[in-house]
């Protein structure tokens, strides 16, 4: 595994999850509230590639690993070097690091130019981007055809009528309401790129 850019370890803006406070994203209680194996379950087949957006250490990016199985691959897209380090390790001690791929972005862009995906996760981090709407256009150009973008939302930073903007910003880019998935203490839609 290896991180791609050379942004180097510059800190974070404002709004984003710092690594040094990031201990809470991979707790057990987390784990119980937020079960990333219940939440993807039936969205991700072996063979699939999959990125996790805004990975963090990690947390939905072994899951889908798993998930993908030997054939498969997950690409893990953070701002921050320390956080794809700590999803190295945790890979490399979980045995899936030959799965995962991982990929630090710069602030305004995900850098995924010509890669392509069978889905895209986006976990409590649309609200931290600079530009919702450059955002999923990006990710729109990034999905294969049919390919889908699970997008969640947290309830206490996120507002009805802001997350419901951000889906219409997705919808006018192209992609498909699919369902509205229930996830604890969040506001969840499936689409996809028909």
Known sequence: ?????????ARPAPDVCSAERAGWLTTPV???I????????GLVQPGDT???LGCGPGFFTLPLAEMVGDGGSVIAVDLQAAMLEKVRVRAEHESLAARIRLHQ????????????ADFALAFWM?????SAERFLNEVHGLLRD?????????????SEE??????DLAIWDGMKPLARPRVTFSRAVLLERP
């Open 34 to 41: 937020t079960n990333p194996t219940r939440i993807l379950r």
């Open 1 to 9: 595994m290896s991180a791609a850019g050379d942004a180097g370890d």
């Open 162 to 167: 802001a997350f419901a903007h951000t889906v």
């Open 30 to 32: 987390r784990r119980l």
């Open 126 to 130: 649309v609200h931290e981007v600079p």
């Open 105 to 116: 972005c710069p602030a305004d862009s995900l850098g995924l130019e010509g890669e392509r």
């Open 146 to 158: 049919g390919g889908r973008l699970l997008l969640v939302e947290p309830r206490g930073h996120v």
């Open 50 to 52: 999959a990125v996790d």
